[in-house]
C-alpha cells in the first residue's frame, strides 16, 4: 500500500505506489488520496466511493451524449445506461485498485473504465434494439452515404459501382466486412467492435487501412473526380 515520503519545505507530499515489479512510482497529492480512500474501510471508503461514482457518473453521460446520434437512444434510457456503467466502472475500480501504478493521474485511469463499460453497453443495447445483417452487402445504399443529392445521382452511382469494385480488388476480407458495416449499415463503432470481439481502436485502425487502399485505387484509376463536391 502507498505510504508517505519525505519532502523539502514548500514541497507537496508525494505516495510512492509499489508496481508489480517491485518498483515505486510518486502519486500526486490527488492521485494518493483517492488509492488511499478507495483502499480504507468504513465511512472513508463509502464516501470515497460515492464521490467517485458522481464523476464516472457524469462522464458516463458525456460519453453517452456524443454517441446519442449513432446509437438512437435519449431521455431515461440513455440516463439508465450512464447509471449502469457508472456503477460497474466503480466496481471495477475498487477491485483493481491495487493494480493502479501511478502512471498517470488517478481520475484519468479511473475515467478509462467507464469509457469501457459505455462502449460495451452502448455496443450491447445496438443490437439488442436492431438487426442488421453483417454479411448482406447492399452497395445500393452506398450513394445515400455518400451525402449525393439528385443532381449527384448519376456521379455518386458511378462511384459506388468504382468503389465496390475497389473494395474486391484491394481489400482484405475483414476490412471489407468492417467498410461494409460502417458505411453500407451504419453500425456504429462501438457495437461493431462488440460483435467482432475486437476492440475500438483495433476496428478504427482497420477502418483507416479499408479506406487508405480505397482511396488510393480509386486514386490511381481516376475516379476521386465523380465525389460529389471534391475535386483532387
Known sequence: MASAVGHEQGEPVRTAAVTPAGGARDLDPESAS???ELSSTGT???TACARLHGELLRIAKRELARRRSRFGFDGPEADDLAHQAAADAL??????IG???GESRFT??????????????TGRHFWSTRRVEL?????ELLPDRLGAGPAESSEARALAAAVRTAADEVLTDHQRRVFVALVLDAVPLDALALE???????????MFDARRRLRDH??????LDVIPGRRS
Open 34 to 36: 483517492w488509492v488511499r
Open 108 to 121: 484519468t485511469w479511473a475515467y478509462r473504465f467507464v469509457v469501457l463499460e459505455v462502449s460495451a453497453k
Open 44 to 46: 472513508v471508503y463509502e
Open 135 to 139: 454479411d448482406g452487402e447492399d452497395w
Open 91 to 96: 466496481l471495477a475500480i475498487t477491485r483493481k
Open 196 to 206: 467482432l470481439g475486437s476492440s475500438r481502436n483495433a476496428v478504427y485502425k482497420t
Open 99 to 101: 493494480d493502479f501504478r
Open 218 to 223: 480509386l486514386v490511381a484509376h481516376g475516379y
